[in-house]
């Protein structure tokens, strides 16, 4: 059961019909009788070649508005016996089973069809292909006897060996594509399981697809993933660590993005990237983020993408060497001509003007990545044994659902660079403490054992006079002295989730010290 086996009858059967008559005509240069179904018989004939319908081999109709037809044992027996078996070739003689050597086949696009605005109930449901899977699995399954061919990409090279080997292929293209077929109908049952999962109940065949809201779904009773490998990597967060990334496939956030320019992406390059990414989609207005290490060493708004850029170096030049930046809008030649002053490893947009474009082409290995924006519901983070599943963090507060606590209100600027604040604070790892004035980071204090900490390490190494500033809290004061110790830096308010045992405490030395300071009620923990 090794080595080459020629290819005299070939099933076809194809939803995606790109490139199927080139393949078609390659067989039949070689002698293949080509059998096939509907549409993809259709397409054949027109195209000149020689076809024999699936009923004239089965000796069945297709039936059912087209639900049977491949379903049949001179299909499936013609494709799963074993060649080298006594028993079941006297098996198919008896019955006259015809041997098929080779089956092209995709499946139904049923996750395109799902998704299309007002899909109706019953076209999803029979999208849901059966007898190509069936087909699909029986090829891979004997892929000692056929070969199974799922992507118009696997044409060309099989055209190729078919030439080269008289019409036969080897083991190891056999064993290469029955593996890949298994992993096409993995990811097609994993669709298929977890659209189903996101429909609230079946409704009328007719009308409209009704899928509940992922921020109120139930988490599943199953975690199906299928992500599709998009690349390997050079190594991992260390030269010792292989890596590699996979994407979703929808070509949005930072797995789809496309990379304009630059070395190759590497695994920290995409961790950092993300994290500025998201940082940056905080904001309506314009917003730029200077991230190291995954954490803001400078976030700022401006009403250009030059201002903010200024803004947000101006907080922590010496940190920024060597981090990577998220822009949220179209990076212009203006700001392009003073970013590229700096060293930077990458830079995430979702788009970079002509004039941008030609004045970072100079810095070569500057990676320039083009993003589209991604819905992500729910985050996964791996533990040892098993995988965490959360919401993502999409909790947001506006000036009405602030609580003062303090005698003082803060005045209309600190409110409004108290917001700002915190919509970065929950982008900087805890312990954090983030200080800011005028949609600019001042300092940020990220990832310190305490609180106190944060705030002394934010406080010490800012750049920018902290005199006037606010800051922001991921979480609440457990005890005076972090409150006391951002004042005495210089912030004048300060906002906070609130909720700790000891919060009258420090809104009473908020008070003592002449400080506004709002509660959010909502805490922004970054492991």
């Known amino acids: 059961m090794s080595g ?12 995606d019909k790109t490139g199927l008559v080139d393949f078609a005509h390659q067989l039949e240069k070689h002698g293949v009788e080509l059998v096939s179904t509907g549409g993809t018989a259709k397409a054949l004939r027109e195209a000149g070649l020689s076809v024999r319908d699936i009923s004239e081999l089965t000796g069945f109709p297709e039936m059912l508005d087209g639900r ?20 079941h070739v006297a098996a198919v003689e008896e019955h006259s089973i015809q041997p098929i050597d080779m089956v092209v086949v995709n499946l139904y696009a049923f996750e395109k069809t799902a ?21 699909l699995r029986s090829a891979a399954k004997n892929f000692e006897d056929v070969a199974i061919v799922t992507s118009p990409d696997d044409y060309p090279l099989l055209s190729e060996e078919l030439a080269a080997n008289k019409g036969s292929l080897s083991r190891e293209t056999r064993w290469r594509l029955a593996k890949k077929a298994f992993a096409v109908t993995a990811a097609y049952d994993t669709a298929i399981a977890n659209t189903l999962e996101q429909i609230s109940s079946p409704g009328p065949a007719e009308a409209p697809v009704k899928f509940v809201d992922p921020a109120s779904a139930a988490f599943p009773e199953a975690l199906r993933i299928n992500y599709p490998l998009a690349m390997g990597l050079r190594y991992g967060e260390n030269p010792h660590q292989k890596a590699a990334l996979y994407s979703d496939g929808t070509g949005t956030g930072i797995a789809g993005g496309k990379q304009l320019q630059g070395k190759e992406l590497s695994y920290n390059n995409l961790v950092d990237l ?47 060497f060597g981090g990577v930046i998220g822009i949220n809008r179209e990076v212009d030649e ?48 791996q533990v040892s044994g ?40 929950k982008h900087v790892k805890s312990n954090a403490i983030v200080y800011a004035r005028n949609g600019q980071t001042i300092s940020v204090g990220a990832g310190q054992m ?9 406080a010490m190494k800012a750049v920018l006079p902290l005199k006037g500033c606010v800051a922001a809290s991921d979480a609440f004061f457990p005890f005076p002295d972090g409150l006391e110790t951002v004042v005495a830096a210089g912030a004048t308010a300060v906002i906070q989730p609130g909720g700790s045992v000891r919060d009258e405490e420090v809104i009473a030395a908020a008070n003592k010290l002449g400080a506004a300071m709002v509660f959010t009620g909502m805490r922004h923990f970054r492991h």
């Open 4 to 15: 080459n086996k020629q290819v005299r009858r070939a099933l076809l059967s194809v939803t």
């Open 68 to 87: 049977v037809k491949t379903l049949h044992p001179k299909v499936h027996g013609g494709i799963l016996h074993v060649r080298e078996n006594p028993q």
């Open 115 to 135: 998704a299309r605005p007002g899909a109706k109930f019953a076209e999803v449901i029979e999208n849901i292909d059966i007898g190509g899977p069936s087909m």
């Open 274 to 320: 993300d994290a500025c990414w998201e940082l940056v989609q905080e904001f309506d207005q314009i917003a730029v983020a200077i991230i190291k290490h995954t954490n803001p060493c400078g976030a700022a708004t401006g009403s250009t993408v030059l201002e903010a850029y200024k803004k947000a170096l101006e907080a922590d030049p010496v940190s920024a």
């Open 334 to 381: 203006a700001a392009a001509e003073e970013i590229a002053k700096l060293f930077v490893e990458a830079i995430a947009a979702p788009g970079f003007s002509e004039g941008a474009l030609v004045r970072f082409a100079a810095r070569k290995n500057l990676r320039l990545v083009e993003i589209k924006p991604a819905q992500t519901p729910r985050v996964i983070k």
């Open 386 to 425: 098993g995988l965490l599943l959360q919401d993502a963090d999409r909790g947001y507060v506006t000036a009405s659902g602030l609580k003062t606590v303090t005698e003082r209100k803060p005045t209309e600027d600190e409110l409004a660079a108290l917001l700002f604040a915190w919509r970065v604070c």
């Open 450 to 458: 305490s609180r106190v900490d944060a705030a002394k390490f934010g």
